[in-house]
């Protein structure tokens, strides 16, 4: 099993102190050096994650996201990104839901769920939600769900989405436009031998909330397929 070393650590500290082309390109080697070494750890993350789950992704470097920054319409113009981070998507139509990694020293953390969902999804969700959202609030209300993830994120409404029932007694969940949980990490967690099994083992315990939202998007009110 892989694990991310002390190095790739410091290559992104000082990347922060000299985030220009210059310097990137005079320490491209360097880069890719610590560029590999996440790809290891992608790999031995998707490895333990197939143990468990139907992941898409075919391998590690393919679940890795671009260092280069979009700054197109940013005030920042840094070139790059100061983190490592990467993205596991599940297969087949009815496993939906996807898993998200950052990496970065004091910033460790993994998340996980529904961060845009389309129009037609985010309308069976709240039909749901509208109908019944005990099953949702019993799994994020639960002492495992609260231990690691703490509460449900994602940004939100500031009233009652249009068409909804404003004093429903949900409405505290209908006005969810994403629907998202996470986990940070310590960076000794992060460096240590069995990080990737940790963050696999996180992503697994975030089934019953997968399970939910998946079920919702791919399910008529009748239970019946729409996918």
Request: glycine fraction near 6%; hydrophobic fraction near 35%; aromatic fraction near 12%.
């Amino acid at each position: 099993m892989s694990t991310i070393s002390k190095e790739t650590f410091a290559f992104l500290k000082q990347l922060k102190k000299n985030n220009n082309r210059d310097w990137f390109n005079a320490n491209k080697n360097k880069y890719l050096e610590r560029h590999q070494n996440m790809v290891d750890f992608a790999d031995s993350l998707l490895l333990e994650m197939n143990k468990h789950d139907n992941i898409e992704t075919a391998n590690g470097k393919k679940s890795l996201f671009r260092i280069y920054r979009d700054v197109r319409f940013s005030k920042d113009k840094s070139p790059y990104k100061t983190h490592w981070a990467g993205g596991l998507k599940r297969a087949t139509k009815e496993l939906r839901g996807g898993y998200y990694f950052h990496i970065e020293e004091g910033n460790t953390m993994v998340g996980g769920g529904f961060w845009a969902p389309n129009k037609d999804d985010l309308l069976r969700i709240r039909e749901d939600i509208v109908s019944d959202a005990s099953e949702l609030r019993k799994i994020i209300n639960s002492k495992a769900f609260k231990i690691i993830f703490g509460t449900l994120d994602g940004e939100q409404l500031k009233t009652c989405p249009k068409g909804f029932d404003k004093e429903h007694p949900d409405v505290d969940l209908l006005r969810y436009k994403q629907f998202i949980i996470s986990k940070k990490f310590t960076d000794k967690e992060a460096l240590s031998l069995d990080f990737a099994k940790m963050v696999s083992d996180t992503f697994k315990k975030m089934r019953p909330f997968f399970n939910y939202m998946s079920e919702s998007v791919t399910t008529n009110l009748n239970g019946e397929s729409i996918v």
